[in-house]
């Protein structure tokens, strides 16, 4: 069983940068890869970007390529997402997720088992 909870959110105008994190309980955070997802209101939860257990593979989405850093801290059991150059289509609730360590499928919310609250992230013209 793993336990996310996400932080960091908040206002910020267009342009800035935000730093989310993700803090995980339990003893093997490193087998698991994590990933961060996005839902706005009114839209589907989409894909944003994914990190592997060792850190050594990452993938994004393309409307973040760029702009979002994603990375890992095994020692803190904590994700990161480094968010810059923001802009008001980033406003969304953000959501950390962990799941197998197997490379396939990672931009597919259901392979993830392990979903955080979320943290909201506002983003203004």
């Known amino acids: 069983q793993v336990q996310l909870v996400e932080s960091g959110g908040g206002l910020v105008q267009a342009g800035g940068s935000l730093r989310l994190s993700c803090a995980a309980s339990?003893?093997?955070?490193?087998?698991?890869?994590m990933g961060w997802f996005r839902q706005a209101s009114g839209k589907e939860r989409e894909f944003v970007a994914a990190i592997s257990g060792s850190g050594g593979n990452l993938y994004y989405a393309d409307s973040v390529k760029g702009r979002f850093t994603i990375s890992r801290d095994n020692a803190k059991n904590t994700v990161y997402l480094q968010m810059n150059s923001l802009k008001p289509e980033d406003t969304a609730v953000y959501f950390c997720?962990?799941?197998?360590?197997?490379?396939?499928?990672?931009?597919?919310?259901?392979?993830?088992?392990?979903w955080g609250q979320g943290t909201q992230v506002t983003v203004s013209s």
């Open positions: 997720a962990a799941r197998s360590a197997t490379w396939t499928m990672i931009r597919e919310s259901a392979s993830y088992t392990y």
């Open positions: 339990g003893r093997t955070f490193s087998s698991y890869a």
